[in-house]
């Protein structure tokens, strides 16, 4: 991996959605970004029925500033507001549940409501997957909830495949499926 990107490093990703007047910019979080990123998430976890308001996972999903030291936060911002979010995480980050050691992984993609359908998840996954190439890594996993179903229809649109023999439970009654993209011709031949 000698093209590895540094944590931080800004590779913005521009994407012009609907009539042009509207784009979104994919970028490093800042320090200053880390309370609105983590309030962000939060909300869109609980308010979306995703975790109930008492999970321990509250705490881990409202915490930015960690992702950004263990994993590259990144935001998306439409207008100049933040209205989405995601860790990425090389293999060697203590985020990474499910990467192995020449893949990378994404987590705690959070968009809020307003934006949602208006390109800002698919924003944000791209910019993971560019990281993820630019590393040399063979593939991109993620973990997601059975009902994030236009959250799976959107990474299956991306290329992602399921990958059912990694499912898995973090806590009892929680299931998650994967999925992942393979970024080298290796990769794609490779089972699961």
Request: net charge negative; charged share 20%; with cysteine.
């Amino acid at each position: 991996m000698d093209a590895d990107i540094p944590v931080g490093q800004n590779l913005p990703v521009v994407m012009v959605l609907g009539n042009g007047e509207r784009s979104v910019l994919v970028r490093s979080a800042l320090p200053a970004d880390y309370v609105r990123v983590g309030e962000l998430t939060v909300e869109v976890y609980v308010r979306g029925g995703l975790i109930p308001s008492g999970s321990s996972y509250v705490t881990t999903l409202g915490d930015a500033a960690d992702r950004a030291a263990k994993a590259e936060l990144l935001v998306a911002e439409v207008a100049g507001e933040i209205a989405g979010a995601v860790a990425y995480c090389p293999s060697d980050s203590p985020y990474a549940e499910l990467a192995g050691p020449d893949e990378g992984e994404f987590r705690m993609l959070a968009v809020l409501e307003g934006s949602r359908g208006g390109g800002v998840g698919r924003a944000l996954v791209q910019a993971c997957v560019d990281r993820a190439r630019a590393a040399g890594l063979a593939a991109l996993r993620l973990s997601t909830q059975p009902n994030m179903r236009s959250a799976q229809r959107m990474y299956e649109r991306m290329g992602f495949e399921r990958t059912p023999g990694r499912d898995w439970s973090p806590v009892p009654g929680l299931e998650l499926m994967t999925y992942a993209l393979a970024l080298t011709p290796e990769a794609a031949r490779a089972p699961g």
